[in-house]
């Protein structure tokens, strides 16, 4: 079984980008991420509605931290890192598998400008060669075109489409399953 270490959080930079740990100072733009009907949208869960939500969600993410099964990234240019964008990471991590699920979201001002796809190529670098995982995943909804052309773009490739598995707000959704394979040697 593969093992990790996530701590000391690992800081990565890309040409525009910082990717940064989170804090609780961060908590009153994850309300405004985690709030934004625009953001919300495909995320298939109930938008945060105070900054309780959103410190309970930076709680999860250092608990995952703490005990090595996820990580995300706080995404700010490079320039204005205390100015959280938006967040990107690995969690899910199955180290008996050595694969781990990705999961993404930008403030939508700064859509459109390729600071995603900066920011996820950086971070499956890193879960391919810091974390040594063989592949990743992302849990689409199938509606998300936006997303799935990232993905695409990054190289990742369907693998499965799971029709009404998953039930949210009364109705059943389907489900979108795109992988990336770590890079040959």
């Known amino acids: 079984m593969l093992t990790v270490q996530l701590l000391p959080f690992p800081e990565l930079r890309t040409p525009r980008l910082l990717l940064r740990r989170l804090t609780a100072a961060d908590a009153p733009a994850i309300l405004r991420l ?19 939500d959103a ?8 608990a995952a931290l703490a005990d090595n099964s996820g990580l995300n990234w706080g995404v700010a240019r490079a320039e204005a890192p205390e100015a959280l964008l938006g967040t990107c990471g690995a969690w899910r991590l199955d180290l008996a598998h050595h694969r781990g699920e990705i999961g993404y979201s930008l403030l939508p001002e700064a859509w459109g400008q390729g600071l995603m796809s900066e920011a996820l190529a950086e971070v499956c670098r890193y879960c391919f060669d810091g974390l040594h995982l ?16 990232l993905l695409e773009r990054q190289g990742f490739v369907r693998e499965a489409y799971f029709r009404e598995n998953y039930y949210y707000r009364g109705q059943f959704l389907d489900s979108a399953i795109y992988s990336l394979l770590a890079p040959k040697p």
């Open 55 to 62: 410190l309970e969600l930076l709680g999860r993410i250092d």
């Open 34 to 52: 985690r709030s934004d009907a625009r953001v919300m949208r495909y995320l298939d869960r109930d938008p945060a509605s105070g900054l309780p």
């Open 134 to 149: 063989h592949s990743l995943e992302a849990n689409v909804n199938p509606q998300n075109e936006a997303s799935i052309r």
